[in-house]
């Protein structure tokens, strides 16, 4: 699932491990340089450094900037192991907590992520992330109906970042194969300047539901025509699946701006 896909401080926690209160001058440069790396593009070079980081120094950015690098490559279970470790430094930090949670998500463990989200939320009742994030890991292991009450309490939590909680929200219909609901969300999130992310998923809601010009407009505002066609079959594609029923590969086009 795209869900959008798919998203921080260890406060008044007296069991929270130490932090180092500042990093040397050989740890700011060694970040500065790996970061570098990732903006460049040059991710196994920037993966190398934030390692080397992390284990000598317990760097939990390091951990962090190296478990996302690491699930972008699609190497998910690295991820998980490397938020492991830091899991094991502090296990009260949300960051830590928030990437462990999409690592597993990454690693097919939605089970595993769902608990780790749940942990978060207990240290941070008045947060939704902890909530949206449950909300993707529900996703992921098919519990749509759930995903949706998560997603629609995070709304109520008044999120600093609403749209992203209601594209997912909105995936998840899309998931459930409610297009109209879907398309009512993403509408006013795309035509407000949404991202390319909330276009091209309602560009997905719309290429399902069997409107094609619309779909291909919006799929042609982020990307080349070749990859919109491939998107447009792919949709026609996985609407024969559905009409054919069992269970259903959650739509992914081949063809992504993310």
């Given at each position: 699932?795209?869900?959008?896909?798919?998203?921080?401080?260890?406060?008044?926690?007296?069991?929270?491990?130490?932090?180092?209160?500042?990093?040397?001058?050989?740890q700011?440069?060694?970040?500065?340089?790996?970061?570098?790396?990732?903006?460049?593009?040059?991710?196994?070079?920037?993966?190398?450094?934030?390692?080397?980081?992390?284990?000598?120094?317990?760097?939990?950015?390091?951990y962090?900037?190296?478990?996302?690098?690491?699930?972008?490559?699609?190497?998910?279970?690295?991820?998980?192991?490397?938020?492991?470790?830091?899991y094991?430094?502090?296990?009260?930090?949300?960051?830590?907590?928030?990437?462990?949670?999409?690592?597993?998500?990454?690693?097919?463990k939605?089970?595993?992520?769902?608990?780790?989200?749940?942990e978060?939320?207990?240290?941070?009742?008045?947060?939704?992330?902890?909530i949206?994030?449950?909300?993707?890991?529900?996703?992921?292991?098919?519990?749509?109906?759930?995903?949706?009450?998560?997603?629609?309490?995070?709304?109520?939590?008044?999120?600093?970042?609403?749209?992203?909680?209601?594209?997912?929200?909105?995936?998840?219909?899309?998931?459930?194969?409610?297009?109209?609901?879907?398309?009512?969300?993403?509408?006013?999130?795309?035509?407000?300047?949404?991202?390319?992310?909330?276009?091209?998923?309602?560009?997905?809601?719309?290429?399902?539901?069997?409107?094609?010009?619309?779909?291909?407009?919006?799929?042609?505002?982020?990307?080349?025509?070749k990859?919109?066609?491939?998107?447009?079959?792919?949709?026609?594609?996985?609407?024969?699946?559905?009409?054919?029923?069992?269970?259903?590969?959650?739509?992914k086009?081949?063809?992504?701006?993310?």
């Amino acid at each position: 699932m795209r869900l959008i896909l798919i998203p921080l401080v260890c406060l008044l926690l007296a069991a929270c491990a130490p932090q180092k209160s500042e990093q040397s001058d050989g740890q700011k440069s060694m970040m500065q340089m790996a970061n570098g790396f990732k903006q460049s593009g040059h991710l196994n070079e920037a993966a190398t450094i934030y390692a080397k980081v992390a284990e000598d120094e317990e760097n939990i950015d390091a951990y962090i900037e190296l478990a996302r690098i690491l699930r972008k490559m699609g190497r998910g279970t690295e991820a998980v192991n490397v938020m492991q470790k830091a899991y094991d430094i502090d296990d009260h930090e949300p960051r830590i907590l928030k990437e462990l949670g999409y690592s597993l998500i990454g690693a097919g463990k939605g089970a595993e992520a769902q608990k780790v989200f749940e942990e978060w939320a207990k240290l941070e009742p008045q947060n939704f992330a902890p909530i949206n994030g449950l909300g993707v890991a529900l996703d992921t292991m098919g519990d749509h109906a759930n995903a949706q009450a998560t997603y629609k309490k995070a709304l109520l939590m008044q999120p600093t970042d609403a749209p992203k909680v209601q594209n997912n929200l909105a995936m998840s219909l899309i998931l459930s194969s409610k297009w109209d609901e879907a398309i009512a969300l993403l509408e006013p999130l795309a035509a407000t300047g949404g991202s390319p992310t909330i276009r091209q998923n309602l560009a997905l809601a719309y290429g399902l539901r069997g409107d094609k010009k619309k779909a291909l407009a919006l799929n042609l505002k982020d990307l080349p025509a070749k990859k919109a066609q491939e998107n447009m079959k792919f949709y026609e594609e996985y609407k024969k699946r559905l009409k054919k029923g069992g269970k259903v590969t959650p739509p992914k086009p081949p063809s992504s701006v993310d």
